[in-house]
């Protein structure tokens, strides 16, 4: 694919002269058309990308590495609105003008069920059935949705001066929860909270709200999800 210069030979037949050879060149500016998937984020303000520009969100980012690496078009469509909890984003799929499949889904939510002390019992209802909305709407193909796990807001200078020790323990139940979810239908998991937690020993991992993440530590989510999209959009 790309810029591909090639010789079209056309034979045909002349009267007098018998048959002959005409070969065209491809314009250098040619390009095949390139094969266009579509893309869901599904989120919270760690999907719409708050405080970062919006091409330097995740979904994005994540948008031209895969366009960069297998010469294609992605269309990104973002559902996603800072502050929201999982029965917001359940109320907005509801209402959202949504195509009726995806070629492949993400989903990140919970960090604002925590950060505002929503009773975990609810995350256990609803998160299932987010993630049952993305399966469908990646046409029921469970390979082609991708869960990630929710950041750590106790490593950021927002974070640092509450109890990092009580927040970390919470994020690590609803992830673990999710994950747990997530593989029961056969979802892939993918954990950037590691990442996350780097953020008092790398600033650069922080946006300057001194919460959410950079756009640096966004391309390293990206590193880990391109990885796993990629060989779906193949099949």
Same mark, same amino acid.
């Given at each position: 694919?790309?810029?591909?210069?090639?010789?079209?030979?056309? +034979?045909?037949?002349?009267s007098?002269?018998?048959?002959?050879?005409v070969?065209?060149?491809?314009?250098d500016?040619?390009? !095949?058309?390139?094969?266009?998937?579509?893309?869901l %984020?599904?989120?919270?303000s760690?999907?719409?990308?708050?405080?970062?520009?919006?091409?330097?969100? +995740?979904?994005?980012q994540?948008?031209?590495?895969?366009?960069a690496?297998?010469?294609?078009? =992605?269309?990104?469509?973002?559902?996603?609105?800072?502050?929201?909890?999982?029965?917001?984003?359940?109320?907005? *799929?509801?209402?959202?003008?949504?195509?009726?499949?995806?070629? +492949? =889904?993400?989903?990140?939510?919970? =960090?604002?069920?925590?950060?505002?002390?929503?009773?975990?019992?609810?995350?256990?209802?609803?998160?299932?059935?987010?993630?049952?909305?993305?399966i469908?709407? %990646?046409?029921?193909?469970s390979?082609?949705? *991708?869960?990630?796990?929710i950041?750590?807001?106790?490593?950021?200078?927002?974070?640092?001066n509450?109890d990092?020790?009580?927040?970390?323990?919470?994020?690590?139940?609803?992830n673990?929860? %999710?994950?747990?979810?997530?593989?029961?239908?056969?979802?892939h998991?993918?954990? *950037?909270?590691?990442?996350?937690?780097?953020?008092?020993?790398?600033?650069?991992? !922080?946006?300057?709200?001194?919460?959410h993440?950079?756009?640096?530590?966004?391309?390293? +989510?990206?590193?880990?999800?391109?990885?796993?999209?990629?060989?779906?959009?193949?099949?």
């Open positions: 694919m790309g810029k591909l210069l090639f010789t079209i030979l056309i +034979f045909f037949s002349c007098k002269s018998g048959d002959q050879m070969s065209f060149e491809k314009p500016n040619f390009e !095949v058309e390139r094969p266009t998937y579509s893309y %984020a599904l989120g919270d760690y999907t719409v990308g708050e405080s970062v520009t919006s091409k330097s969100s +995740f979904p994005k994540l948008e031209k590495s895969l366009e690496s297998l010469r294609i078009k =992605v269309q990104t469509q973002i559902l996603a609105k800072t502050g929201w909890r999982t029965d917001n984003l359940l109320d907005a *799929i509801e209402t959202a003008d949504l195509k009726t499949s995806y070629d +492949f =889904v993400t989903l990140l939510i919970g =960090v604002n069920n925590q950060y505002q002390d929503i009773p975990f019992a609810r995350y256990e209802k609803e998160f299932p059935e987010l993630l049952s909305h993305a469908k709407l %990646a046409n029921g193909n390979a082609k949705v *991708i869960v990630v796990s950041p750590d807001w106790g490593f950021t200078p927002f974070g640092k509450r990092r020790q009580k927040i970390s323990a919470e994020i690590d139940l609803y673990s929860f %999710a994950k747990k979810v997530a593989e029961d239908s056969q979802v998991f993918i954990n *950037i909270t590691d990442i996350s937690r780097e953020g008092l020993e790398r600033p650069e991992l !922080v946006a300057n709200d001194g919460l993440p950079s756009k640096e530590a966004y391309k390293l +989510f990206v590193e880990r999800i391109g990885p796993i999209i990629s060989p779906r959009l193949k099949d």
